[in-house]
């Protein structure tokens, strides 16, 4: 093969090798799920269904777990004032990891009219993972407290997971329990010098995309030695 096309012939070699590695990086699979809740509220039982939202961000030592309402649940026959009504939820923990994760957030930040869907705010807590793998996190209790009354909104349609997240437990296992979580659904390292988890979307995307990156330079390193080398033979002949 000529010296030209067997140089380029390299390159792109090189060039499918790191595209290959690239595209088998995990990714975080996330859906919009239906939850049809069942709430009990002090004036009786009440149905609603909204979908749910759930994201998982790097964050430390572990994942910062973000829970979101599409539609208001339940209400109040009464107007809830500014700062009246606080929200809490658990989220069900499956797959490689098990226990329940707690979410809170903040007051309503404005008046909520009587008999009107109670619109929740996003809900945040911390995760971090004891067990590496794929970790699924699905829409648990649903708890409203407001003036001094408290409502709890259970689904009943057995919902799926919102979000999957493939992640690694930190080794040393040196993290206090209770982390965000409950029912053994944290632990891995805290601030004592052991390894911190990492995401299977962000930190091994990138992993694999340095591998990747140093398999192409490797490839275009042979290409020139190759292109060095027959120019040297040419010229001692």
Do not use: H
């Amino acid at each position: 093969m000529p010296y030209p096309k067997r140089t380029a012939a390299l390159a792109s070699v090189a060039a499918l090798a790191g595209s290959a590695v690239l595209l088998t990086a995990p990714v975080a699979r996330a859906d919009v799920v239906d939850v049809d809740y069942r709430c009990q509220t002090p004036i009786g039982d009440k149905g609603a269904v909204s979908p749910i939202d759930i994201k998982g961000v790097r964050s430390g030592g572990g994942y910062r777990i973000t829970m979101s309402w599409q539609k208001g649940v339940s209400s109040s026959p009464v107007e809830l004032g500014k700062g009246a009504m606080s929200p809490s939820a658990t989220i069900e923990l499956g797959g490689a990891d098990s226990g329940t994760l707690e979410v809170t957030g903040p007051a309503n930040d404005a008046a909520i009219p009587a008999d009107t869907p109670i619109k929740i705010s996003d809900l945040s807590g911390t995760y971090t993972p004891e067990k590496s793998g794929e970790v699924t996190f699905t829409a648990g209790v649903l708890t409203i407290e407001a003036l001094g009354t408290t409502t709890t909104c259970t689904p009943t349609n057995d919902p799926g997971p919102s979000l999957v997240l493939d992640v690694t437990a930190g080794g040393g296992g040196g993290g206090a329990p209770g982390g965000g979580a409950e029912d053994g659904g944290t632990g891995g390292t805290g601030d004592d010098g052991g390894t911190l988890p990492r995401t299977g979307p962000a930190d091994s995307a990138l992993a694999l995309g340095t591998l990747g990156g140093t398999v192409l330079l490797v490839g275009a390193g042979g290409a020139l030695w190759l292109a060095r080398r027959n120019r040297a033979a040419r010229a001692d002949t």
